[in-house]
C-alpha cells in the first residue's frame, strides 16, 4: 500500500513537474516566438534602410534627369553638360539596375537630341556672328571636349554653306517665273548654270557675292574673335558674387574612387536627327573623361543647378579654371580657322567660276558685263583680304572670261565694221553731222564707261571708275589692312542687289537663305527685302534705278554698235575739252566708215581702261579694225595694176612699208578679209547709200572721172585722218598696255600706221594713173624714129598729144570736187607719171643715133615748156630723171655699172634696155655687153 501510495506520491510530484515543465516550454515558446518576430522586422528594416541611398541616387538622378531636359530647352548647354558628366558618373554606380538601364538609354536620345540643337546653334553662328551664341557653343564644346571636333566642325559647315546657298540662289533665280520649279530640283550646279538666261544672270551673280561675302564676312568674325575684350567685363561681373566664387585653394579633382570607363549605351546603331549613336556615345565618354580630369569649381551641395550657376559665374572671371578653358579653346579655333581659311576661298571661287563659265555671262551687253567685272573684281579684292594671299587661279579665270567675251564681242564689231565698208559711197559727212564728235578715249581723258552714282557705297571706296586700274594693282595694300576694312564698310554688294531688283523688279522667291536662330532672322538674298543696318538709309529708298549707274551718253553708244549717227555725247550742253574735238580741217573728211571705225576703236581705248587685265586684246583688236579697214581702202582704191608689160609701177606696189604692212594684216586678219576679198572691188563706186552717207548732190558726167575721182580723194584722205589720231592716241594707248607688251604696239605704229602715208600716195597715183589716159604713149615713144642723121627743129608729134592729154587731165581734176591742195599733189604725181612713162619709152628704144638722142632732149624741152603752162610749180626737176636717162647715152662704157647703182629710180628692165641700145649702137663686144648687164644684174 505504501508503495502505492508513494508511486501516486511520486506520480502526482511527476506531474506537477510536467505541468511545469510545460509551462516553462510554452512559455519558452511564446519567448522564441517574440525574438523570431522582432528579427523579422529588424531585418526588414535593415533592408529598408539599405535601400534609402539607392532611391536617394535614383532621386537625384530623376532630377538631374529632369534639370538636363530643362536645360536644353533653355539653350544652356553648357549647365548640361557639367550637369550631365556628374549624372553619367551617377549612372554608372548604379548600372546593375534595370530603371538605370532605361535611363541610361534615355540619356543617349536626349544626347543626340541636345548634339543637335548645338549644331543648330552653331550653324547659325556661322550664319550670322553672334557672340552670345558662339560663347555658348565653345563653353559647351570645351566642356564635352571636343574642341578640335568643333573647329572641323565650324569649316564644314561653311563650307555646306557655300555649296548649299549658291545652289539655292542659283535655283531661285533659274525658276523664278516657273511654277513648279521642284520637278527639276535634281539638276547639279552646273546644269543649272547653262540654263541660266542672259537677264537672270547679273541678279544671280549679285545675289551669290552677295551670300559669299556675308560667309566670309561671319567665317573672319568667328576666326578673329578673341575672348580678351571680355576680361574688363568679366572681372566686374565676377565681383559681387562672392557666394559663388571658390577660394583659390577651393578647386578640386573628382572623387578618384568613381570611375567610369564606359557607358552602357544600347548599339541599335540609329540615327537621332541626324546624330549617329557613335558621336553620341563619343560625346559621353568625352564627357566623363573630361569630368574626372578637369579641375571643377568647388561646391558645397548637390544640386546640379546651383553648380551649374556657380560655374556659370565662375566662367566670367579671369582667374578661373572655366576662363582659361574658355580662352583656349576659342584660341585653337581661331587658330584652325585660319589654316582653313584658304581652302574656303578656294570653294567660294570654284563656285563662282563654275556660274562665270555659263554662256549668259559672254553674251550680256557690254555695259552689263562692265559692272560684273568691277563687281568681281571687288570681291576678288575682298577674298584676297580675308586668305591672306592672291587669288592668281581666279583672276585667271576672270581673264579668261574677259578673253572670251572680248572675242564676242570683236567679232560683232568685225561684222558691223564690214557692213558699213561693203555699203561706203566714201563721201563726207556734213559738218553740222560731225563737229562734236570727240575720240576722248583714244587719246585720253576719256569718261568713264560707268559712274557711280551714290558717294556712300563700297564702290566709291573700293573701286573708282576713273582708276579701276590702279584700284586693281592695289589689292598688296588691302590685304595688309585686313579684312576690317570690309567688315567696317559692309556688303557691297548688297545695295547693288536692292538696286537692281528694283530697276528690274525681281519677284521674291519664297523662302530664306538663312535660317532663323533665337528669333532672328538674318539677311534674305531671296527677297525684296535687305537687312537694315547694314547699308546706309540712303541707300534703301529705292531711288536709285540701274540706269542711275550708267553713263547716260556712252550707254547710247553701246546701244547701236552699228549706228554711224552722232552719239548723244555730241549734245552742246556736255562741254568737253578743245582738245579732245576733231577741228574743222578733220571733220570735212569724217565718212561713215572712218566714224563707224574711230568709234569703234574709242570703245576698245575705254575697254582698255576698264578691263586692264585683257586690254593687249583690245589693243590687238584695234590693230585687227585699223587693218580691215587699211586693206579694205587698199584692195577698193589701190589694186590698179594695168602698168608697162602687166607689171605695176614701181612707186607703188614695190614700197616695202606698203608691202610689209599688206603682208602683216593678212598674217593677222586672215579669218576676217577672205570673206571681204571676195566680193568685187574692181569699183569703188556703190549703188547702195551707206546709212551715214548722205547722197552727193555733185556726180558729174562719168563715174570714173568725177565720182570715181572724189572717192578716191576722199579715201585718202579719211585713212590719214585716222592715221593723225591714232599717232596722237599713241601715249595713252602706250601708258594703258604693260611693259611686256610694248612691243605689240610699237609693231602696229611701225608696220601699220607709218604705212598710211604710203597707201594715200600709193592711192593718189593710181588715182592719177586712171584719170592721165597717157599708157599707149609708152610704144608711140619707142616706135619713132630715133635712128636719124640731121637734127631738125621739129619735134616729135607725141609731144603735142601728151600735153593735149596733160591737159585734159588737169580739166578733170579741176571739175572734180577736190580741194585745191589735193589737186596741185595729183598734178605732182600726173608729172612723175609722164616722166616714167618717158623715161619707160625711151628705154624700148631699139636703134638711135646721136642725132636722136638730141632729138629726145628737144622734145623734153618742149615738153617742159608746154607743162608749165598747167602746173604752176618747177616742171623741170620732176622730169629730171628722163634727162639724166637720155644723159646717160653718152657715157663710157666702164661708167654703167657705177651709174646704174647711182640711180635706183630706174628698174632694170630699163637700165637694160639702155645698155643694150649703148652697146649695139656704139659697137661694143659681147662680152663687155655680157659683164657689164651681169655686174648690174
Known amino acids: 500500500m505504501n508503495l502505492v501510495r508513494e508511486l501516486e506520491k511520486d506520480l502526482r510530484i511527476a506531474n506537477v513537474i510536467c505541468m511545469n515543465g510545460r509551462r516553462h516550454l510554452t512559455s519558452s515558446m511564446n519567448e522564441v516566438s517574440r525574438d523570431l518576430i522582432v528579427n523579422s522586422y529588424s531585418k526588414k528594416k535593415q533592408a529598408l534602410l539599405d535601400m534609402l541611398p539607392i532611391l536617394t541616387e535614383l532621386q537625384r538622378a530623376l532630377d538631374m534627369q529632369s534639370t538636363l531636359e530643362s536645360l536644353a530647352e533653355e539653350g544652356n548647354y553648357c549647365k548640361a553638360f557639367q ?27 536626349w544626347l543626340g537630341k541636345t548634339l543637335q540643337k548645338l549644331d543648330a546653334l552653331l550653324l547659325g553662328v556661322c550664319q550670322e556672328f553672334k557672340e552670345d551664341s558662339y560663347i555658348t557653343v565653345i563653353d559647351a564644346y570645351a566642356l564635352i571636349g571636343d574642341v578640335t571636333g568643333l573647329a572641323e566642325k565650324i569649316q564644314s559647315f561653311y563650307m555646306q554653306e557655300v555649296i548649299s546657298e549658291t545652289h539655292s540662289v542659283l535655283k531661285a533665280v533659274v525658276y523664278q517665273d516657273e511654277e513648279a520649279p521642284w520637278q527639276n530640283s ?94 553620341v556615345s563619343e560625346t559621353a565618354s568625352s564627357l566623363v573623361e573630361t569630368s574626372n580630369s578637369s579641375p571643377l569649381p568647388c561646391r558645397d551641395s548637390h544640386d546640379p543647378v546651383n553648380e551649374a550657376r556657380k560655374a556659370d559665374n565662375t566662367a566670367s572671371s579671369i582667374e578661373s579654371p572655366w576662363y582659361h578653358l574658355r580662352r583656349e579653346a576659342t584660341e585653337f579655333v581661331s587658330q584652325t580657322l585660319k589654316r582653313g581659311r584658304k581652302n574656303l576661298w578656294h570653294l567660294t571661287t570654284s563656285r563662282v567660276s563654275v556660274l562665270l563659265s555659263s554662256d549668259a555671262a559672254c553674251t550680256t551687253s557690254i555695259h552689263q558685263f562692265l559692272k560684273n567685272y568691277e563687281d568681281l573684281s571687288v570681291f576678288i579684292l575682298a577674298g584676297e583680304a580675308f586668305c591672306g594671299i592672291e587669288a592668281v587661279e581666279f583672276r585667271q579665270k576672270l581673264k579668261v572670261v574677259c578673253e572670251n567675251y ?79 576694312y570690309w567688315l567696317q564698310s559692309g556688303n557691297p554688294f548688297l545695295q547693288k542687289l536692292s538696286t537692281s531688283r528694283e530697276g528690274h523688279c525681281l519677284p521674291p522667291s519664297n523662302g530664306s537663305i538663312y535660317g532663323e536662330v533665337d528669333g532672328n532672322s538674318s539677311p534674305n538674298f531671296y527677297g525684296d527685302k535687305v537687312l537694315p543696318g547694314k547699308n546706309d538709309s540712303s541707300e534703301m529708298n529705292g531711288a536709285n534705278s540701274i540706269s542711275d549707274d550708267e553713263n547716260e551718253d556712252l550707254l547710247a553708244d553701246f546701244i547701236d554698235e552699228d549706228s554711224q549717227l552722232p552719239s548723244r555725247s555730241s549734245k552742246p550742253n556736255h562741254p568737253r575739252r578743245k582738245s579732245l574735238h576733231c577741228n574743222d580741217e578733220e571733220n570735212t573728211v569724217q565718212t561713215g566708215s572712218s566714224l563707224s571705225l574711230l568709234r569703234s576703236m574709242d570703245k576698245y581705248a575705254r575697254l582698255m581702261q576698264k578691263l586692264e587685265v585683257v586690254n593687249v586684246e583690245f589693243f590687238k583688236g584695234i590693230c585687227q579694225l585699223f587693218g580691215i579697214f587699211f586693206n579694205f581702202v587698199y584692195e577698193t582704191f589701190g589694186q590698179y ?55 552727193s548732190t555733185n556726180l558729174g558726167n562719168s563715174a570714173m572721172t568725177t565720182l570715181g575721182l572724189k572717192e578716191r580723194c576722199v579715201a585718202a584722205d579719211t585713212i590719214s585722218l585716222v592715221a593723225r589720231i591714232l599717232n596722237r592716241s599713241k601715249a595713252h594707248l602706250q601708258s594703258m598696255l604693260l611693259q611686256s607688251n610694248a612691243t605689240v604696239l610699237e609693231d602696229f605704229y611701225q608696220h601699220l600706221v607709218d604705212a598710211v602715208p604710203d597707201l594715200a600716195e600709193h592711192i593718189h597715183k ?172
Open 186 to 279: 535634281r539638276l547639279t550646279y552646273s546644269d543649272l548654270c547653262l540654263q541660266i538666261s542672259e537677264s537672270k544672270f547679273r541678279p544671280c551673280l549679285l545675289r551669290t557675292l552677295a551670300v559669299l561675302f556675308e560667309l566670309l564676312r561671319s567665317y573672319h568674325e568667328i576666326m578673329e574673335f578673341q575672348l580678351d575684350r571680355q576680361d574688363a567685363a568679366g572681372q566686374t561681373s565676377s565681383k559681387g558674387n562672392d557666394d559663388f566664387s571658390c577660394s583659390p585653394g577651393g578647386v578640386g579633382e573628382v572623387d578618384a574612387d568613381v570611375r567610369f570607363h564606359s557607358v552602357s549605351f544600347t548599339g541599335s546603331g540609329d540615327e537621332i536627327h541626324g546624330s549617329s549613336s557613335r558621336e
Open 766 to 937: 593710181t588715182t592719177a594713173r586712171q584719170l592721165l589716159h597717157i599708157n599707149g604713149y609708152v610704144e608711140r615713144v619707142a616706135n619713132c624714129r630715133w635712128e636719124v642723121k640731121e637734127l631738125g627743129l621739129e619735134h616729135n608729134g607725141y609731144v603735142d598729144l601728151l600735153l593735149g592729154e596733160f591737159k585734159h587731165y588737169k580739166t578733170r581734176l579741176a571739175h572734180g570736187g577736190i580741194r585745191q591742195e589735193v589737186q596741185d599733189l595729183l598734178l605732182e604725181y600726173g608729172l612723175d607719171i609722164v616722166a616714167e612713162t618717158l623715161v619707160e619709152g625711151l628705154s624700148r628704144v631699139k636703134r638711135c643715133s646721136d642725132e636722136g638722142r638730141a632729138l629726145m632732149s628737144l622734145d623734153l624741152q618742149v615738153l617742159i615748156n608746154g607743162l608749165h603752162h598747167f602746173v604752176s610749180m618747177n616742171v623741170k626737176p620732176k622730169l629730171q630723171m628722163v634727162e639724166t636717162f637720155i644723159k646717160a647715152y653718152y657715157l663710157p662704157e666702164t661708167e654703167f655699172v657705177h651709174w646704174a647703182r647711182a640711180h635706183p629710180e630706174y628698174t632694170k628692165s630699163q637700165i637694160i634696155g639702155l645698155i643694150n641700145l649703148v652697146a649695139s649702137m656704139k659697137g661694143w663686144k659681147r662680152k663687155t655687153r655680157l659683164e657689164v648687164l651681169e655686174k648690174i644684174e
Open 641 to 695: 595694176n594695168t602698168g608697162f608689160n602687166g607689171k605695176g609701177s614701181a612707186d607703188s606696189l614695190n614700197l616695202d612699208r606698203l608691202r610689209t604692212a599688206l603682208s602683216k594684216i593678212t598674217q593677222d586678219c586672215d579669218q576676217w578679209i577672205k570673206p571681204m576679198s571676195s566680193s568685187p572691188t574692181s569699183s569703188f563706186v556703190h549703188s547702195e547709200v551707206t546709212p551715214a552717207g548722205p547722197p
Open 406 to 484: 572680248f572675242i564676242a564681242f570683236h567679232r560683232q564689231n568685225i561684222h558691223a565694221l564690214k557692213m558699213v565698208l561693203e555699203k561706203e559711197m566714201w563721201l563726207k559727212l556734213p559738218p553740222d553731222t560731225v563737229q562734236m564728235i570727240s575720240f576722248s578715249g583714244l587719246v585720253g581723258d576719256g569718261a568713264p564707261l560707268i559712274s557711280l552714282s551714290n558717294p556712300k557705297s563700297i564702290n566709291r571706296n573700293a573701286i573708282d571708275s576713273d582708276k579701276s586700274v590702279n584700284l586693281i594693282h592695289s589689292h598688296q595694300s588691302s590685304r595688309i589692312s585686313g579684312f576690317s
Open 83 to 109: 550637369v550631365l558628366s556628374e549624372f553619367l558618373q551617377l549612372l554608372d554606380s548604379l548600372s546593375e539596375l534595370s530603371a538605370i538601364q532605361e535611363m541610361t538609354r534615355g540619356v543617349e536620345v
